[in-house]
């Protein structure tokens, strides 16, 4: 599953420099998750570091357009970090 940022979003600068795999970019109008390079920090963290620090609620939340096991979520993981 990767997280997916909502038109919520303030713009606060907080969640793009905590992802550990560079997934979080200013988009147009707001920050974008890139889903290829979003591991919901597994591999990093116990949670997401940017749903961790947003100062909004449920201003990221999983994206149902790309829904992954923990399984899946640990291999891209794998795959980020040139551990494969």
Sequence with gaps: ?????TH????CDMCE???PNGAISLGEEIY??????C???KGHYETPTC???CPINNCI???PKH???EEQLLEKFVIIQGLA
């Design 8 to 11: 919520k979003c303030t713009n």
């Design 51 to 53: 749903v961790s620090v």
């Design 67 to 69: 829904i992954e096991t």
């Design 61 to 63: 939340i999983t994206d």
């Design 39 to 41: 591991t919901e920090c």
């Design 17 to 19: 420099p905590e992802c």
């Design 1 to 5: 599953m990767a997280l997916l940022i």
């Design 32 to 37: 974008e998750i890139n889903p290829s390079l």
